[in-house]
């Protein structure tokens, strides 16, 4: 299968994954930044804009299994949200392919227990999920509000947000109903301590989808992982906070490392 994928610009190979219920325009702004010092490769996921649904069940498999055409050795990778799940997952199982890995507004487990209490409750992912049932449109224009609620810039960065969900089409209701199951089902916690390759969480103090305190656990647990927190932003800094986003990334890749 051949996901639909924006590139833009020269030079060392980064790949862009989204989160949930968008699509590669969410990146455009930040990739064309980029594209100044790389060759920036932005997909739809499988299920998203104007990429076919994978082969099979939407599972963490197949998906990874799509990605591999794109995430080839020596590719930098930034992951953000449920994108940043996927990178995770590929990170840990192909960490020879992966030089660098940063992962923006993600969690290692999206659902809240007892050994992980820096997630949601699963009664929000299971509200989610009746309501996509219901009507997923509304479903999603709800998601995306919670994405930026809190932080700077929250209604323009609203309203970005609901144009791009539309432009490369809209996501198949299958493909939301797989991602769901993906964010309530898999935990990489356990696993967190076997990412070897250097990495850098980037994440929001105002996110009220995957709370800051998801990411400082996460990178005591990740060898020598680096972390950057961005006051004032909440789910999206790299939509809030775009250069100062785009100097830290290219400063962990190529430069001192942060």
């Not at 299968?1 to 325009?25: D, E, F, K, R």
């Not at 996927?86 to 993600?106: D, K, M």
């Not at 609620?149 to 969900?165: A, H, K, P, Y």
């Not at 390759?197 to 020598?224: F, N, W, Y």
């Amino acid at each position: 299968m051949s996901l639909q994928v924006m590139t833009l610009g020269a030079g060392p190979q980064l790949v862009l994954l989204h989160g949930w219920g968008l699509n590669s325009q969410v990146w455009l702004e930040t990739a064309e930044l980029l594209a100044k010092n790389f060759q920036v490769v932005v997909p739809d996921l499988p299920g998203h804009g104007g990429s076919p649904m994978p082969a099979g069940a939407y599972t963490v498999e197949n998906i990874l299994a799509d990605l591999e055409e794109l995430i080839t050795p020596g590719v930098f990778v930034v992951g953000w949200s449920l994108g940043g799940l996927f990178a995770l997952r590929f990170a840990l199982s192909q960490p020879q392919n992966i030089p660098r890995l940063i992962l923006v507004g993600a969690n290692a487990q999206f659902v809240k227990t007892d050994q992980w209490p820096y997630a949601m409750p699963a009664s929000v992912l299971q509200g989610f999920a009746q309501g996509l049932e219901k009507d997923y449109k509304a479903t999603l224009q709800r998601f995306l509000a919670l994405q930026s609620r809190g932080g700077d810039g929250s209604r323009e960065t609203i309203r970005l947000l609901r144009q791009r969900v539309e432009q490369n089409g809209l996501p198949r209701l299958q493909a939301l109903r797989g991602g769901l199951r993906i964010l309530e089902q898999q935990s990489c916690v356990e696993l967190l301590p076997n990412l070897l390759c250097p990495s850098l969480i980037m994440h929001g103090r105002l996110d009220t989808l995957v709370p800051v305190q998801a990411a400082e656990a996460m990178v005591k647990r990740i060898p020598g992982a680096k972390l950057s927190i961005f006051e004032r932003s909440a789910h999206a800094p790299f939509l809030t906070h775009r250069e100062e986003f785009v100097q830290q990334v290219e400063s962990f890749l190529l430069g001192d490392g942060l």
